[in-house]
């Protein structure tokens, strides 16, 4: 609402008008900068509603929004066997009519409360979540809570989402990138393993979804007890339990049954790389990888700082090599995947296609340094520092707070996780890295998924040696 | 597009090439200070003691647009030359000595400006400021034509990876060449093309930073956890001693439209054909522009829209559609798309378009209608709030507001636009600006079905 010249007068008579000699600057090296402000992060506390709904509520002032954010355990782990996608197509579900209202309507009083709501499942559970101004906060809790514990599941409206999910599907597979990350679990899990089908289904178990699953898994899995309601922002921790007991108290508890547990590992396989043909692709996308260790590892801590090292920050080496050195990719990373069974590691980069043979070499170069050097001591400090002094900015928002906590929560951390996260990572050393880093990076071991396009590089990579070549479709599987 | 995406992003898919929208009614004020430095800097400040971090924000006013033709792409290829070093920061200090400290940065590049911000704790100020001063002031005795050719294979990877090897990826720049004639500003896509990019050399470096990376034409924007003081001291400090440039002037091109339809063909690797229409508008921040916005929430924003109930919730001839308004500096432009489900054509989603833009051109959205898309932009508005730093941080849009409507803290009288749009005005300005034949309609088929495009002649 201000002009700019009231500014402008407030600014000269706010500011002193002396001026420091710029001449005087000394550019041959970098600032020396005072400490960095003492950590300062927001608290959890948390309560119990009579039927088991945990709640955990985060209060944030600054703004007046909320961020709501609602955990069931229901994720795609749990699909049957029979129907992969059951889990995040019953996720889907929960909005297309809810309560008193229509698929419609429920996605229009959404929109009119200026609420972001989404429901959605990953393999290790489900959520609902609801993004609001705080004066709209109640409605949007009565429709969240419609949406969980009302949905309608009509015939009409699984139908026709499961007519849209077909095609979603075959557009899924025009998307290279889509592909591999549909490929790259299915082959480092394997068929058996409760990760390793696809997220959203295949096409023929999404012709084969029907009423009865959905409200089966849903009967199964949508309950109180081991769901979690995080709520973030502009609330108390007494008007965030008034509101969700209000609406969540009439939800009712059931026998959830226990998480699945991960099949005997499979015998590790020679390093392979699985090409996934792509005629015409401009780049190869690359997934290379393995099976790693389940979130609650002790050694997360140490993991975080090997990933940082490799392939989780700008200045990363697999980036700095791949990209800044040699121009071959827009960008190489990698990632430990957090999850509460098993979990993965992965580098990752699209690289252009007729530097697909070279770009394997410089990420097999680099996979393998980690194990054989130790790391010196400025990139240890820097990979540290990228951790713990940027902590700090992840709670600035009520969205990125949530995420926060809610990974806490989806995992069962321990609540002051963040309070000790600093000293854990401090505490790291190179040895604790390279001993990580053989022990969680496998390069014998590797598969190595590329989606591009066969005719132009295949002869590079069967020249690399560096493992046989198995043919996979788009899914992933067995070329029948 | 952004100088960098993380993997995070990459994996689960989360980039878009949208911004993020959201609004409210109490706490949209950004106060602050500015101050312009004798050579020429403008600089803007914001306190905000909520969380100890700090955002820097840099704006030259400089995009895709200022650039000649056979060098499209270079104002984006330059926003990368700029990571890569300057007199005192050896090559790869930048981003080593900013997450050293804790710190994150980027840069984007636009039609109509180009940004670079820093984000991290508070005390690392004085170090964002120092880095970027000496890439404004000293960047070329660093510059060779091998750092040149090296972001060249990263920004041409860029284009690879998010418009060639992505389906749909190269609609926009049909869409852009048809809009456009070839004297226009915008009728080349910020990327550029792959021959322009490889064209570009040391010399096109040298001019373009002499021209256009000057304090005189950058804006800073400064905000978080510090004081007004401190941080004219910092800018003072690493930014007083840099030359002015020469004055950067523009002569805003005559006006365009369209005479007619125009209808184009694009075969591509996909297997579901996707139907893209585009019309001219008005520029961002002009009398039609936020009514506009609210129209695209009306015919294709979420599931309760009129084109997503038709097209994919009753009839299910497609999978997903998309319209909005694209205000720039110069001019503006509406789209919509849709994308077929198996089995169906482009004409046919291509009518239903057509019969609900009719429908709403005679009878005006409901007054819910409205009322609904501006309680999503405040939502939109509020959620913005709560970050300093990143694209559409506080800090961003400060530098946004000041250079798109000269006043740093325009949020609220932003969002005083969307308050005041009326049903009657959404009607209106779909009348004048989206009826008529004159529009770009760009199929998109599998290559080998043309069968499956909008038919040419087809007229709303």
């Known amino acids: 609402m201000r002009r700019t010249l009231g500014v402008l007068t407030l600014s000269l008579t706010a500011l002193p008008a002396f001026r420091l000699s710029a001449q005087g600057v000394d550019r041959t090296k970098p600032p020396t900068l005072q400490p960095p402000p003492a950590l300062k992060l927001p608290t959890v506390q948390t309560t119990m509603l009579p039927n088991g709904l945990s709640l955990a509520v985060v209060e944030m002032h600054k703004v007046p929004v909320v961020d709501v954010q609602l955990l069931v355990d229901a994720g795609a782990a749990r699909d049957p066997a029979t129907a992969p996608g059951l889990a995040t197509f019953t996720a889907t579900m929960l909005q297309q009519g809810a309560g008193a209202r229509g698929p419609l309507e429920v996605a229009d009083e959404a929109a009119f409360l200026g609420a972001q709501l989404n429901t959605a499942a990953s393999f290790d559970g489900a959520s609902a979540s609801i993004h609001v101004p705080k004066r709209r906060l109640e409605a949007a809790l009565a429709l969240l809570a419609d949406v969980v514990l009302r949905p309608s599941f009509a015939d009409s409206e699984i139908a026709r989402q499961r007519e849209l999910r077909a095609a979603q599907l075959v557009q899924q597979r025009d998307e290279p990138v889509a592909v591999a990350n549909v490929a790259f679990p299915a082959i480092v899990y394997g068929r058996e393993h409760p990760y390793g089908h696809p997220l959203n289904g295949t096409d023929s178990a999404t012709a084969r979804l029907a009423r009865e699953r959905v409200v089966e898994f849903y009967r199964s899995y949508y309950r109180p007890n081991g769901a979690r309601l995080l709520i973030v922002g502009d609330v108390t921790l007494a008007e965030a339990r008034r509101l969700a007991a209000a609406r969540f108290d009439g939800w009712e508890r059931g026998d959830v049954p226990a998480f699945p547990s991960p099949p005997a590992p499979p015998s590790a396989t020679t390093r392979t790389v699985y090409l996934i043909d792509k005629p015409g692709a401009a780049q190869s996308v690359v997934r290379i990888g393995h099976v790693g260790p389940a979130r609650t590892t002790p050694d997360w801590f140490a993991l975080e700082v090997l990933n940082t090292i490799v392939g989780g920050a700008f200045t990363s080496r697999l980036n700095q090599n791949l990209r800044e050195t040699h121009g071959y990719t827009y960008g190489a990373f990698s990632q430990f995947a957090p999850r509460r069974l098993t979990g993965a590691f992965v580098a990752l980069a699209s690289v252009v296609t007729a530097k697909t043979d070279s770009s394997l070499i410089e990420f097999l170069k680099e996979l393998r340094r980690i194990r054989d050097e130790a790391v010196p001591p400025p990139e240890l400090a820097k990979a540290k520092a990228y951790l713990t002094l940027g902590l700090p900015g992840d709670f600035e928002t009520t969205g990125g707070a949530a995420g926060r906590f809610r990974e806490l929560l989806a995992f069962g951390l321990p609540l002051d996780y963040y309070d000790h996260y600093v000293d854990r990572i401090n505490a790291i050393t190179a040895a604790d890295v390279q001993r990580v880093a053989r022990q969680y990076i496998d390069p014998d071991h590797f598969d190595i998924v590329v989606v591009g396009d066969k005719t132009q590089i295949e002869a590079g990579i069967k020249a690399l040696n560096e493992g046989p070549i198995v043919y996979r479709d788009l899914w992933g599987q067995e070329i029948r | ?460």
């Open chain 2, 1 to 460: 597009m952004p100088r960098f995406a993380t993997a995070a992003a990459v994996v689960l898919g989360l980039l878009s090439a949208r911004p993020p929208v959201h609004l409210s009614a109490q706490s949209l004020r950004v106060p602050y200070q500015t101050f312009r430095l004798p050579n020429g800097l403008q600089v803007v400040v914001h306190e905000d003691h909520s969380v100890p971090v700090v955002a820097v924000n840099m704006w030259y006013h400089v995009g895709s647009s200022d650039e000649k033709p056979g060098r499209t792409g270079f104002a984006h290829l330059f926003e990368h030359i700029m990571f890569m070093g300057s007199q005192h920061v050896p090559t790869g200090d930048f981003d080593r000595l900013l997450e050293a400290a804790g710190a994150d940065n980027n840069g984007s590049t636009t039609e109509d400006r180009t940004n670079y911000y820093e984000d991290g704790p508070a005390n690392a100020l004085p170090l964002m400021l120092y880095l970027d001063a000496d890439r404004m002031g000293f960047l070329l005795p660093e510059i060779t034509a091998n750092k040149v050719d090296l972001q060249r294979g990263v920004v041409q990877n860029e284009r690879r990876q998010s418009y060639e090897n992505r389906p749909y990826g190269l609609a926009e720049e049909n869409i852009l060449e048809r809009l456009y004639p070839a004297s226009h500003p915008y009728h080349w896509p910020v990327i550029g093309s792959m021959a322009d990019l490889q064209a570009a050399t040391l010399d096109d470096v040298r001019r373009f930073f002499q021209t256009y990376y000057t304090p005189n034409n950058a804006t800073l924007a400064i905000a978080g956890d510090i004081t007004p003081r401190d941080a004219r001291q910092f800018v003072e400090r690493y930014f007083g001693d840099i030359a002015r440039g020469p004055a950067v002037t523009r002569t805003p091109p005559p006006r365009v439209q369209l005479t007619g339809a125009v209808g184009a063909v694009l075969e591509d690797r996909v297997q579901l054909p996707r139907v893209y229409d585009a019309w001219h508008t008005v520029k961002a921040f002009s009398v039609d522009d936020a009514t506009l916005d609210v129209l695209a929430n009306v015919l294709a924003g979420g599931r309760s829209s009129r084109l997503y109930r038709r097209l994919v919730y009753e009839l299910q001839i497609a999978t997903d559609v998309v319209a909005f308004q694209d205000g720039g500096r110069i001019d503006g432009k509406f789209e919509v798309y849709a994308t077929a489900r198996p089995g169906h054509d482009l004409g046919e989603l291509q009518r239903v378009i057509d019969e609900e833009l009719r429908k709403l051109a005679d009878q005006g959205p409901t007054p819910r209608e409205v009322e609904r898309a501006q309680n999503t932009v405040e939502a939109q508005f509020l959620s913005r709030m709560e970050r300093v730093g990143g694209f559409g941080g506080k800090a961003d849009q400060l530098n946004y507001y000041n250079y798109f409507v000269g006043t740093p803290d325009y949020f609220q009288k932003d969002l005083e636009r969307y308050a005041r749009v009326t049903p009657a005005a959404v009607q209106r300005t779909l009348q004048t600006y989206l009826t008529g034949a004159h529009r770009v309609v760009l199929s998109v088929v599998p290559q080998g079905k043309p069968e499956l495009a909008v038919k040419e002649g087809a007229t709303p």
